[in-house]
């Protein structure tokens, strides 16, 4: 009997299409943007590999992902970053599981229930509670460098822009951009979500062995409270968004010491903090 192995999922699936405009009707092939789980499993010494948080991401960058997330989640920096190799799971499953371990034991257990990247307007997340807490758990200090000029701030969207490549193949991944303060881009990642986005590019500098905070993080939405948390935990100086804030993020970035500018294109920006 021959071995089935599993094949990675990419980024993007190809599907046939019809395209109408006006009386014409135009078959062909189109791409659209990959959306699968990903659960992410943590482990440490002495104790075995925990599921703590699923979340719905473009493949791609899965280890950076869930390397973000942790460090995002004050979890700790991760010692290393696998796909799970237990029998149980299916070949379709092999590469959406990934454990991260840590070199200590984390300072809580998470649960999904109480992840704080589980804040958005659907979750119930509100109050001084909620911004005092991810104060108390926020593993990077405030930035203390220099923050890019209000001239430059205007064009850090322009300047992401060529190399998010995956909106430009599919019309639907969002894109989170590190940047110095001088406007030099340190990485960019993409995915279906605007919080993926961010693990992902944070976490790329975490597997590199770099400090994951720098002078900007430029989003292509809005600023909710979930994006705001992770720019704060990072020690990031100013979060540059395409839409508009929240209320409750505006909050937490004056009380984490975040620049926060949103409506940020071409000749506009509003900062808030």
Not at 16 to 35: K, P
Not at 76 to 85: I, L
Not at 147 to 173: H, I, K, N, W
Request: proline share 7%; with cysteine; glycine share 10%.
């Amino acid at each position: 009997m021959t071995e089935v192995k599993a094949r990675r999922p990419g980024p993007t699936t190809r599907l046939r299409v019809e395209e109408h405009r006006g009386d014409d009707v135009r078959r062909h092939e189109d791409r659209v943007l990959t959306e699968e789980p990903l659960e992410i499993r943590l482990a440490w010494p002495g104790s075995p590999a925990r599921r703590v948080w699923t979340t719905l991401r473009t493949p791609g960058h899965d280890f950076e992902l869930a390397a973000g997330w942790v460090h995002h989640e004050g979890l700790g920096r991760p010692a290393g970053v696998a796909y799970c190799t237990d029998v149980e799971l299916r070949p379709e499953q092999e590469f959406n599981v990934v454990t991260v371990t840590l070199a200590e034991p984390p300072p809580r257990v998470p649960s999904q229930l109480d992840a704080l990247s589980a804040g958005s307007a659907a979750c119930g997340v509100c109050g001084t509670d909620e911004v005092d807490e991810v104060l108390a758990r926020r593993p990077s200090l405030p930035w203390s460098g220099p923050l890019p000029s209000g001239d430059l701030v205007r064009a850090l969207p322009d300047l992401m822009r060529p190399r998010q490549q995956l909106f430009e193949r599919t019309g639907s991944a969002h894109a989170a951009g590190l940047f110095t303060a001088d406007g030099s881009l340190v990485a960019v990642r993409e995915d279906v979500g605007r919080h993926n986005a961010v693990d992902k590019v944070v976490g790329s500098r975490l597997l590199a062995g770099a400090a994951p905070a720098e002078a900007a993080l430029v989003i292509s939405g809005r600023a909710g409270f979930e994006l705001v948390q992770k720019a704060v935990a990072s020690g990031i100086g100013a979060l540059v968004a395409v839409g508009a804030p929240t209320g409750l993020s505006v909050r937490l970035a004056e009380a984490g010491g975040l620049a926060l500018y949103g409506w940020t294109k071409g000749e506009r920006t509003v900062r808030y903090t």
